[in-house]
C-alpha cells in the first residue's frame, strides 16, 4: 500500500514538473512566435505628402529623409496635384532594386525590402529641389553612390544638405 501511495504521489509530482516545463516551453514557442510575426504585422507606415509649398518652400515633400525597417511601406499622398515619385535608378538605389515610378497626380506607396538608401524625386520638379531620400534598416552602405548622382538644378545644393544629415 505505501508503495502504491509513493509512487501516486510521485506520478503527481512529475505530472506538475512535467506541466510546468510544458508551460515554460509554451511561453517560450508563442513568444518567439510573436516575435517573428509581430516584424511584418506590426510594420511601421509613414506618410510623406508631395507639396507645392511647405513653410517658405516650394516643390517640397513633407518628410525629405524617411527612415524605415525592412518590411515598412511608405505612403506618398497627393495632397497637392502636378507631382509624383520616381527612384534615382542610376546610383539612387540599393542593387536589386526594380525601377519604381508613380503617375502624375496620384498617391502611391512602396513597402520597402532590400536595406540600403533611396533616392526619389518628383519627376516634373526634380531640378526645382524636390527630392528625398528613405533609408532601409539603418543601413547606408549605398552612400558612396547616393553622392554621386547626377543632381539637377537646385536639386544639387538640397541633395548636399540632406546628404549631410545621413
Partial sequence: ??????LFILHIFLALVLEGLLNKIMRIIILLFGFFVSSSILAENVTVEMLNKLEKENMVFS??????D?????F???TDKGHNVEFIIKGGVPEGVEKFK???GRDTEYTFLIPGIYAYWCTPHKSMGMIGFVIVGN???NLDSIKSIKYLGKSKKTSKALIAQI
Fill in 63 to 68: 518628410i525629405k529623409i524617411a527612415k524605415v
Fill in 70 to 74: 525592412i518590411g515598412d511601406t511608405v
Fill in 139 to 141: 543601413d547606408i552602405s
Fill in 76 to 78: 506618398w499622398k497627393a
Fill in 102 to 104: 508613380s503617375k502624375v
Fill in 1 to 6: 500500500m505505501r508503495l502504491l501511495v509513493l
